[in-house]
């Protein structure tokens, strides 16, 4: 056996070892898992043209070699499994080296947009094949099953091997044909309308199955969504803002009465996700969602209770002292942020309605008045903050104002 090798053993027994160790020790816990129905990945959106050109064909990926073969890296995993290790403190291993030997091909090509594009593309599907190869077929199903379970039933529902079993094939569909579209954008063969429409469409068919498989109320408490997950969910949502039992319970009952009206909006429209109908009404209960909380908490407790769940918000705070802000400062800006991201929403929705009614929408205008808008508050923010903590927000994703003309999503 080469150096090479030996001082992988070396490295990977050490691993073993200290993961052993940690799991006897019960110093290993897994993560929790916030409950949830099943989510779907963000919508995909027109690239900007400041950020990244569209692919249009497939790139050539970058060839990388390793200085161990795929052949001797199942050499040592057979003999770490021989030794008795289990297969879950394998699957880490063999995990950890496949991800220390990716990000030495993305580090390769990171000057050419289009190859990390391609790469990202791949990244999922060649994780696979090498969990895969170096596990085995029984191996790899066990901790890839366990894997899929963890993220279709967050309830942790009891289910039975054949229920197990059946899930597991749904979810092996759904991430197939998740791979196909990442693979029809990337070569240009669909465009991102039709990408999101079929994506919703995957989704929505999981889902149904899912449903079907396990009954309504089971299948509620597999997603997190029974009356038992929704009431700690809100109360952990609420906890900073310390809501009164009876302030609780009116949020509650509203929140399951929103959440009643959006299943049937889901079913309603599950043929037709994308529909502008559907989007206003979502929109409508969400801005009777916040009427109620404002309500029931007060103004000045649901502003708090926005800003405290507000990620943009919370890194400002974080990091105001490094950018040279103070509290005012901070406030304006979140501020104006809000006050684009509505006035963006609310200009989209009137012309996806006049669209809706029939009359025809100058696509290409609107894209250039909220590209100009968009300019006009990007100049404001900078003339107000000064371009040192102006660059330093911007480098850290706090204003991101390209929104998709058509789908609403501002990134």
């Known amino acids: 056996m080469s150096r090479e090798i030996l001082h992988r053993m070396s490295v990977v027994l050490n691993v073993v070892l200290i993961v052993t160790l940690a799991l006897i020790s ?37 060839q990388y070699t390793d200085a161990a073969s795929a052949s001797d890296r199942r050499q040592w995993v057979d003999q770490l499994r021989a030794a008795g290790v ?10 950890a080296d496949f991800e220390q030997r990716w990000d030495k091909r993305v580090e390769a090509c990171r000057t050419d947009p289009d190859k990390v594009a391609a790469l990202r593309v791949e990244h999922e599907r060649d994780q696979e094949a090498e969990m895969r190869a170096a596990l085995g077929e029984e191996g790899f199903r066990r901790w890839d099953q366990e894997n ?12 039975t091997d054949s229920e197990a079993n059946a899930i597991y094939d749904l979810k092996k569909k759904l ?30 068919e999981f889902n149904q199955q899912m449903k079907a498989l396990l009954g309504d109320e089971r ?31 009116d949020i509650l009952k509203s929140q399951q009465q929103l959440d009643e009206r959006r299943a049937q909006l889901d079913k309603q429209f599950q043929d037709n996700p994308t529909s502008p ?8 209960l969400d801005e009777a969602r916040d009427g109620e909380y404002q309500r029931v908490l007060g103004t000045n407790v649901f502003d708090a209770l926005q800003k405290e769940q507000d990620v943009g918000y919370s890194k400002m705070k974080r990091y105001e002292n490094i950018w040279g802000l103070d509290d ?17 929403q609310d200009y989209q929705a009137q012309a996806r309605a006049l669209e809706s009614q029939g009359q ?7 894209s250039k008045n909220l590209q100009q808008f968009a300019q006009q508050t990007r100049q404001a923010l900078q003339n107000s903050l000064g371009q040192d903590s102006f660059n330093k927000m911007q480098r850290n994703g706090v204003f991101q104002f390209n929104p998709s003309p058509q789908t609403g999503q501002i990134q």
């Open 328 to 344: 005012n400062k901070v406030d304006y800006v979140y501020g104006t942020i809000k006050y684009y991201e509505k006035s963006v």
């Open 360 to 366: 025809s929408v100058d696509w290409d205008a609107v």
């Open 86 to 95: 289990p297969n879950k403190i394998l699957a880490q291993v063999v995990l």
């Open 26 to 62: 019960g110093a290993s816990k897994r993560g929790r898992t916030a409950p949830g129905r099943e989510v779907r990945p963000e919508k995909i959106t027109e690239p900007s043209a400041a950020s990244e050109t569209p692919v249009l064909s497939q790139p050539k990926l970058p």
């Open 175 to 204: 991430q197939q044909r998740r791979w196909e579209l990442d693979e029809a954008r990337l070569n240009g063969e669909m465009d991102d309308a039709e990408i999101n429409d079929a994506t919703d469409q995957a989704y929505s």
């Open 148 to 159: 899929m379970l963890r993220e279709a039933n967050t309830g942790k529902v009891p289910l």
């Open 219 to 249: 299948y509620a408490k597999s997603q997190g969504t029974d009356d038992g997950n929704i009431a700690d969910n809100l109360r952990q949502d609420l906890a900073g803002v310390n809501p009164t039992d009876s302030q609780f319970a």
């Open 277 to 284: 109908d559907y989007a206003a009404q979502i929109k409508a």
